[in-house]
């Protein structure tokens, strides 16, 4: 079998690891006649976000837990042979300053690299996870998701979402803040609504403009309210205003989280109920909830049907590619050009560059798409305007890495090649993205014409630190403003410590 047929087999187990500010999770499902069923699970109550102080530092104690669990989550990742695996962190590793030793050690424990999303990349994971989990609905559904450090909200319908939001709102931080020690009482519960619907109320007048049919509630908190609601009234089949307040009551008759008479209430979740229950209240309160069931899907069940996603070519990614390339207006005849060159140029040097891994190409194929989308801003420096806006818009599918990634190629790809910030990325594309960078900016140079006719054959190899082009003699006699811009990029590449050289098909200097 060749690697390309390789790259393209299905795989047949699939596991997603969701590293959320409270609990750690891991799953593994068998994807088998274009189904998904979950074989394992497996979760641990790790507090990530509890040992985070005010300046984003992790705690050593916290950060050993962390890792003993990731660890064992490794251990099972490799017992299993899992073929594709996603490890995505959120609201606790977005907030952690000088994460990357802590990274590190933590790729090392599982075997796989981690990725950190943003607020609204989780978002849409999160209703990807309930849609593909839920019966299907008529309407708009609102699903609520109240994590250990962030809670997220989506409006969507079917399995699109319509409106995402995320909030620094989550049961750990909240029960840090206002339920210190385990301590209960009706005035720290109320001041913990107060700093729940602060958060709430910036969303609330798009939220209900827009509207649903019904709401879900998604992952612990929603869940354990949800059996306490049911302890109370074990005909419940759902959580309403009325069961919520039993439920408020019901606590506040105990001084302390461990006097909270719930027998469905374990022992982790008891110090982050209070907070979780005081968001949940609020939400009902600020969005006007009347009812709100319990979904089974989280976001690591979206991780898993975007897995899917990606091996049947409906990769999240490129959907958000096309969608910013109509946005900004983008020249597709052209995008595609440089793409099909950059490709081409890719194809010669990977190895020799060790540029080989999958998402090379797809970086490289990205970034020749949105190579223009600057142009929308302005003209002058629209490599730096496109840069700016790849690292800082939502878009989702992209964990924030890739899209930092993405950044660097774009803003590279014209005028001064700088070399710093590069030591900042993950390995070890800090080493790899300069390469990367060079053959688009190459592909680029190429079709500066914005011509139709097609390129000659072009031979081009690679060693360390240096590129070099050969072009038939005749085709560099015609296009001498092609060779005025490569003399131009053999001193703007000089600049940043490589060297480019070019040469007619006879080996002789062409520039």
């Known amino acids: 079998m060749t690697r390309a047929a390789a790259r393209a087999a299905p795989p047949e187990l699939l596991a997603a690891v969701d590293l959320g500010s409270n609990s750690f999770h891991l799953v593994v499902a068998r994807y088998t006649h274009g189904q998904l069923v979950v074989v394992d699970r497996l979760r641990e109550m ?9 300046e984003g530092r992790l705690d050593r104690d916290v950060a050993a ?4 669990c990731l660890e064992r989550f490794g251990q099972r990742l490799r017992d299993i042979h899992a073929d594709s695996v996603r490890v995505v962190g959120t609201n606790a590793l977005r907030r952690a300053h000088r994460k990357q030793s802590f990274l590190d050690r933590a790729r090392a424990a599982l075997g796989h690299p981690i990725e950190i999303v943003s607020g609204m990349e989780e978002a849409r994971l999160i209703y990807s996870g309930v849609a593909h989990t839920s019966p299907a609905t008529r309407g708009r559904r609102l699903v609520v998701d109240i994590g250990g450090g962030s809670t997220e909200l989506i409006i969507g319908e079917g399995l699109e979402p319509q409106r995402l939001a995320s909030t620094d709102l989550g049961c750990v931080t909240l029960s840090e803040r206002h339920f210190a020690g385990g301590r209960l009482s009706a005035k720290r519960f109320a001041r913990a609504r107060v700093a729940a619907r602060r958060e709430l109320e910036p969303i609330e007048d798009a939220f209900r403009r827009l509207g649903w049919q019904e709401a879900a509630g998604s992952s612990g908190s929603v869940k354990a309210v949800f059996e306490a609601v049911r302890e109370l009234d074990p005909s419940a089949n759902a959580i309403t205003p009325a069961g ?5 009551d019901m606590m506040l008759r105990a001084e302390d989280v461990g006097e909270i008479p719930l027998g469905t209430l374990d022992e982790e979740r008891r110090g982050v109920f209070p907070g979780g229950l005081a968001i949940l209240a609020e939400l009902f309160e600020v969005l006007g909830i009347e009812r709100m069931e319990v979904a089974d899907g989280a976001m690591r069940d979206g991780l898993l049907y975007d897995l899917v996603g990606r091996i049947n070519h409906e990769d999240a990614r490129e959907r958000t590619v096309r969608a910013m390339q109509a946005r900004y207006h983008v020249d597709l005849a052209q995008a595609e050009r440089v793409e099909r060159t950059a490709l081409g140029l890719l194809a010669q040097v990977e190895d020799s560059w060790q540029l080989d891994d999958p998402l090379a190409a797809r970086l490289l194929a990205w970034a020749a798409r949105l190579h223009e989308i600057g142009l929308d801003v302005a003209h002058s420096r629209h490599h730096q305007h496109g840069a700016y806006l790849l690292e800082h818009a939502d878009m989702p599918g992209f964990p924030r890495e890739e899209q930092r990634l993405l950044s660097r190629l774009v803003g590279g790809h014209r005028r001064k090649l700088s070399v710093e910030g590069v030591d900042q990325l993950l390995p070890s594309w800090d080493k790899r993205i ?19 006719a097609p390129l000659p054959e072009i031979t081009l190899e690679a060693r360390v630190r240096t590129l070099e082009l050969r072009f038939p003699v005749r085709w560099l006699r015609e296009h001498p403003l092609t060779v005025a811009d490569l003399s131009q990029e053999i001193d703007l590449l000089a600049a940043a410590g490589f060297r480019l050289r070019i040469y007619s098909s006879r080996g002789l200097p062409a520039v």
Do not use: F, K, Q
């Open 46 to 54: 790790v507090r990530l976000g509890s040992g985070m102080d005010e």
């Open 65 to 68: 837990r962390a890792l003993a």
């Open 244 to 248: 919520l307040e039993a439920v408020i």
């Open 434 to 452: 300069l390469n990367l960078t060079l053959v688009l900016r190459v592909a680029v140079l190429l079709h500066r014409s914005r011509g139709r």
